[in-house]
């Protein structure tokens, strides 16, 4: 794994209009590969139209393997695409970086997207 450095991290917060129409959820979904993870009705829009369990994936990942994420109630995960490589920061949503990292290769569709990690359930932020 390869670690952004600060200065050269390009952010991502405003999501594609198709993922802004997601308001609330009426379902939470789990995956056997995150079993402490729960997901709303537009992270699992993401991640069928886009081809984006990898991503779910990772943010569970760091979430139980970074010690300045997983001592906040709050994370901000912001995938910012360029090209074929992509970068990922997590922030504790008042900016303040708890851990950033680079993606070599990616073939997501979008300049990139926002998701909130909210004590465990990730959503996207109009879902709040």
């Given amino acids: 794994m390869k670690i952004a450095?600060?200065?050269n991290i390009k952010r991502f917060k405003?999501?594609?209009?198709?993922?802004?129409?997601?308001?609330?959820t009426?379902?939470?979904?789990?995956?056997?590969?995150m079993p402490d993870l729960r997901y709303t009705d537009g992270v699992k829009h993401v991640a069928?139209?886009?081809d984006a369990y990898w991503l779910l994936h990772l943010i569970y990942l760091r979430s139980k393997n970074i010690k300045a994420i997983i001592q906040e109630p709050?994370?901000?995960a912001e995938l910012s695409v360029e090209g074929d490589s992509a970068v990922l920061v997590f922030?504790?949503?008042n900016?303040?970086?708890?851990?950033?990292e680079d993606i070599e290769y990616t073939d997501y569709p979008?300049?990139?997207?926002?998701?909130?990690?909210?004590?465990?359930?990730?959503l996207l932020p109009s879902e709040y």
């Fill in 91 to 93: 922030t504790d949503g």
């Fill in 95 to 100: 900016d303040n970086i708890l851990h950033a």
């Fill in 74 to 76: 709050f994370v901000t």
């Fill in 14 to 24: 405003d999501n594609p209009s198709d993922l802004n129409e997601f308001y609330g």
């Fill in 48 to 50: 069928q139209t886009r």
């Fill in 110 to 122: 979008d300049e990139g997207v926002c998701l909130w990690l909210v004590d465990g359930i990730l």
């Fill in 5 to 7: 450095r600060a200065e």
């Fill in 26 to 33: 009426e379902n939470y979904y789990k995956n056997e590969l």
